[in-house]
Antibody, heavy 119, light 112 residues
Framework: EVQLVQSGAEVKKPGESLKISCKGSGYSFSTNWIAWVRQMPGRGLEWMGVIYPGNSDTTYSPSFQGQVTISADKSISAAYLQWSSLKASDTAIYYC????????????WGQGTLVSVSS | QSALTQPASVSGSPGQSITISCTGTSNDVGSYNLVSWYQQYPDIAPKLMIYEGTKRPSGVSNRFSGSKSGNTASLTISGLQTEDEADYYCSSYTGSSTFPYVFGTGTKVTVL
């Protein structure tokens, strides 16, 4: 079974750093893209960026460029999303999802990681 | 890149058919047969329902179907059931190397 399992919920203060993970199984992790998608409370889905774990080729949405860093470690089939200095506006659920190719559908999705940032 | 436009809400009675529209531009929906549809229940991750405009993944009910005309894609749910009450999002490939995906604004489906 193709599966993406994300790390657990986080509660952070503004200015803190954070790295959340997404671990794939049941397929060739290196040869499929991983996308990150943000969903703010009560809001819709926003595409953040994608990474190809095979060579770490990464593309960011202009809205998130410079705000987050996407990385991957193909040796352990994991992708990461990290912040160096969190803001309250980063409070959201973050999903990872697999892409067979750029242009293809997001499938499957991880269960989501809730990030809460508050002083 | 602007979000694709969906109606905020659509409702129907059990057994009826409803259609959700997803309007983009000639740069995204109109140019590619790469529109996907996702179903999302509250506090649950989205689930792929339709891909490449009209195709259903294995396990998705054939009550769900997709189509496209010009810059507008549509998701039709026939024989509406209470379990179909959820949020639905469309997504399209844009062809841009720097911004390859755009999501729709989302539609809340209510079963009356």
């Amino acid at each position: 079974e193709v599966q993406l399992v994300q790390s657990g919920a986080e509660v952070k203060k503004p200015g803190e750093s954070l790295k959340i993970s997404c671990k794939g199984s049941g397929y060739s992790f290196s040869t499929n893209w991983i996308a990150w998608v943000r969903q703010m409370p009560g809001r819709g889905l926003e595409w953040m960026g994608v990474i190809y774990p095979g060579n770490s080729d990464t593309t960011y949405s202009p809205s998130f460029q410079g705000q987050v860093t996407i990385s991957a470690d193909k040796s352990i089939s994991a992708a990461y999303l990290q912040w160096s200095s969190l803001k309250a506006s980063d409070t959201a659920i973050y999903y990872c999802a697999r892409l067979n190719f750029i242009g293809g559908p997001f499938d499957p999705w991880g269960q989501g990681t809730l990030v809460s940032v508050s002083s | 890149q602007s979000a694709l436009t969906q109606p905020a809400s659509v409702s129907g009675s059990p057994g009826q058919s409803i259609t959700i529209s997803c309007t983009g531009t000639s740069n995204d929906v109109g140019s590619y047969n790469l529109v996907s549809w996702y179903q999302q229940y509250p506090d649950i991750a989205p689930k792929l329902m339709i891909y490449e405009g009209t195709k259903r993944p294995s396990g998705v009910s054939n009550r769900f179907s997709g189509s496209k005309s010009g810059n507008t894609a549509s998701l039709t749910i026939s024989g509406l059931q209470t379990e179909d009450e959820a949020d639905y999002y469309c997504s399209s490939y844009t062809g841009s190397s720097t911004f390859p995906y755009v999501f729709g604004t989302g539609t809340k489906v209510t079963v009356l």
